[in-house]
């Protein structure tokens, strides 16, 4: 959308940017007049921005303006969209809700205005991609080097994303396809369960549990370890570990595998971690062990149920079901020297 006229100046006194609304008072059950693309351009300026003088900034238009297309908004909806306080306007639940709609809305937008740039660079398109920083070590990357070997012409748009974060990217239009241990539980989201991934416990060099083979659940009750929050995807599993709360709590909660093998390099502990976080690299710095009883996390594709998937996220699925496919069972031992 257009983000304004270059100099500020009041919105046209028309219904529909701002005069008042004949239709809104009167018969309170009457039909409501529809919104307009400019009050949903202000509405979403003003839950960006936090305020109506952010907002003005934001669209090149002064705040009376900017005022008056709010008051008229919320006359016809009526009921209000924010709570004032002093300078500060709060969004209400009935702004928060309308507001998710209205970034689905911007994020086919920009895919329109991307697409019409894409479309004229010979075919090039941009495949958006988010996954856990976990996947993001190697499986991701593998799947995307199989698919730039086949079309080589392929941009793509990498990011991570902790669980909470992904269905965020969607709303807002930044993401085509997700990769994660779980899937977001969104209405406006599909998933398919791709495969699994082994739970392995991962230790510093000389650490009192890698002497055993195997590491149980009750070896973690006399040593310093490293957990997960409770809702995290690795939280679950060491909630069904543990078979309910350990006898001896984490000394430390990270959010991430990546970052908790981080924590193992530094000798902070022993850690869970799925088997695709172990790459040659972290192998040279760990001992890995398997642990009783068993565990795995799945492996997720998230996708937008609203459109269509696009043909280059539908070739992406397919390159990485042959990534997966072809990985080997991970390996237990001592840290790797060779």
């Known amino acids: 959308m257009r983000s304004g006229p270059p100099e500020a100046q009041p919105v046209s006194p028309s219904r529909d940017d701002g005069a008042p609304d004949p239709g809104s008072r009167g018969d309170p059950g009457g039909a409501r007049p529809p919104l307009n693309l400019r009050q949903i351009e202000v509405f979403r300026a003003i839950m960006l921005s936090g305020s109506i003088s952010g907002a003005g900034r934001m669209l090149h238009v002064s705040q009376p303006a900017i005022s008056r297309v709010l008051a008229l908004m919320e006359s016809r909806l009526r009921y209000p969209l924010f709570e004032r306080s002093r300078s500060r306007l709060t969004p209400t639940a009935e702004a928060r809700r309308l507001y998710a709609e209205v970034e689905q809305v911007y994020g086919g937008i920009q895919r329109v205005n991307e697409l019409a740039t894409t479309l004229g660079e010979s075919g090039a398109g941009m495949l958006r991609v988010v996954s856990s920083a976990s996947y993001g070590q190697?499986?991701?990357?593998?799947?995307?080097?199989?698919?730039?070997?086949?079309?080589?012409?392929?941009?793509?748009?990498?990011?991570?994303?902790?669980?909470?974060?992904?269905?965020?990217?969607?709303?807002?239009?930044?993401?085509?396809?997700?990769?994660?241990?779980?899937?977001?539980?969104?209405?406006?989201?599909?998933?398919?369960?791709?495969?699994?991934?082994?739970?392995?416990?991962?230790?510093?060099?000389?650490?009192?549990?890698?002497?055993?083979?195997?590491?149980?659940?009750?070896?973690?009750s006399s040593v310093?370890?490293?957990?997960?929050?409770?809702?995290?995807?690795?939280?679950?599993?060491?909630?069904?570990?543990?078979?309910?709360?350990?006898?001896?709590?984490?000394?430390?909660?990270?959010?991430?595998?990546?970052?908790?093998?981080?924590?193992?390099?530094?000798?902070?502990?022993?850690?869970?971690?799925?088997?695709?976080?172990?790459?040659?690299?972290?192998?040279?710095?760990?001992?890995?062990?398997?642990?009783?009883p068993a565990a795995s996390v799945g492996i997720w594709a998230t996708y937008s149920g609203l459109q269509p998937l696009p043909l280059m996220a539908h070739r992406f699925l397919e390159v990485l079901r042959g990534v997966l496919a072809s990985e080997p069972p991970p390996v237990f031992g001592d840290p790797v020297t060779s």
């Open 224 to 292: 310093d370890w490293i957990g997960y929050p409770a809702e995290a995807p690795l939280g679950r599993v060491l909630a069904s570990f543990f078979d309910g709360a350990p006898a001896h709590a984490a000394a430390m909660e990270v959010h991430s595998p990546v970052t908790a093998a981080a924590f193992v390099q530094q000798g902070l502990g022993p850690a869970l971690v799925d088997a695709w976080c172990v790459g040659p690299e972290l192998r040279r710095s760990v001992a890995v062990r398997p642990i009783e």
């Open 138 to 220: 190697r499986m991701v990357p593998m799947a995307l080097r199989a698919l730039r070997a086949a079309r080589a012409r392929v941009r793509v748009d990498y990011r991570t994303a902790t669980f909470d974060e992904l269905a965020g990217y969607f709303l807002g239009g930044h993401a085509d396809i997700a990769v994660s241990m779980r899937p977001p539980d969104h209405p406006n989201l599909a998933a398919v369960e791709l495969g699994s991934s082994r739970v392995v416990c991962i230790l510093p060099p000389g650490h009192a549990l890698a002497a055993q083979p195997v590491v149980r659940a009750r070896d973690f």
